[in-house]
């Protein structure tokens, strides 16, 4: 948080303003999303963006000089630039509604992944991989829909270890969720969207052997163009042993990424290790 100072009614007033997505309240997410694609179009509009990111209040922020308002709006431009985005997750359910006798009423309610998505089964994560890369290529509203559809599901009867609410994935549901998605406005998909790209922006740090490959993408490239190209090996792992690939798809996704983390270590060890017996080998 940096801290603004202002003049309110002659008297000195400090508030306190967001420095990075993370630290958005979870309450202002999708409207301060709503907000910036909506300010790409009228962008009378971005003058919302200091009341969802400070602590000052509307009616101090409404009385600022024209001059303040545009220098406090301009040090929230770094928002567009979609980076550190929060691994906390921020859309905890959708209201999928129909109309009944000329009423609004709710058909159902599906729940969202957890923080750092440590509820996801590998499979659903595949799946999930799949249709986030299909959006980002084309731009495909069904599969956009289809990629909220895999993470929000109704809720099932008990919480399992991780605490996931929601009932087990099974593709077979995901194209009839996805109609009803589809309704759903835009801006609230696309927070979903930008929450997973922050969630997954956590993984390189939690298991940086498996990830370092991936830090050497070039830093002007689109979060939403980023995807991973290492889920591979874990087929490999598990090559022309169909029963071991069924068990893995339906593991927890961190038990699978910690044991790929460690699989690579070991293998990254193993490499040095021969290449330093080579240059003995050459030296002797």
């Known amino acids: 948080m940096f801290p603004i ?20 309240k979870k309450a202002n997410f999708v409207p301060l999303v709503r907000t910036l694609y909506l300010g790409m179009k009228q962008p009378e509009a971005r003058y919302q963006i200091p009341i969802l990111c400070t602590t000052m209040p509307q009616a101090h922020y409404l009385a600022l000089e024209e001059v303040q308002a545009a220098q406090l709006l301009a040090e929230f431009d770094y928002l567009l630039d979609f980076v550190d985005l929060p691994s906390q997750w921020q859309v905890e359910k959708l209201e999928i509604r129909h109309i009944l006798s000329g009423r609004y009423l709710p058909l159902q309610i599906l729940h969202g992944p957890s923080d750092k998505l440590k509820n996801l089964a590998f499979e659903e994560f595949i799946f999930v991989e799949s249709f986030f890369d ?19 599901r109704p809720r099932k009867g008990n919480k399992d270890k991780t605490g996931d609410v929601r009932e087990p994935f099974n593709p077979h549901s995901v194209d009839r969720r ?25 993984f ?3 298991y940086p052997t498996l990830f370092s490959s991936q830090q050497e ?5 689109q979060p939403i163009k980023r995807s991973f190209s290492w889920l591979e090996t874990a087929f490999r792992m598990v090559e022309h042993r169909p029963a071991d690939l069924e068990v893995l798809k339906k593991q927890n996704l961190h038990e699978v990424l910690a044991s790929l983390n460690v699989k690579v270590r070991d293998n990254e060890a193993l490499k040095m290790e021969l290449e330093s017996m080579r240059r003995k080998h050459q030296r002797s």
Do not use: M
């Not at 996805?178 to 956590?202: M, R, T």
């Open 134 to 152: 299909a959006y980002a290529k084309s731009e495909n509203q069904q599969k956009l829909d289809q990629f909220c559809a895999i993470l929000f």
């Open 217 to 221: 993408e070039e830093p002007e490239e």
């Open 204 to 206: 390189p740090k939690l």
């Open 5 to 24: 100072q202002y003049k309110f009614n002659g008297q000195a007033h400090t508030a306190w303003g967001v420095e990075r997505w993370s630290e958005v």
């Open 178 to 202: 996805a109609a009803y998605i589809a309704n759903i406005p835009f801006e609230i998909k696309q927070s979903i969207l930008l929450n997973y790209i922050g969630c997954k922006a956590a």
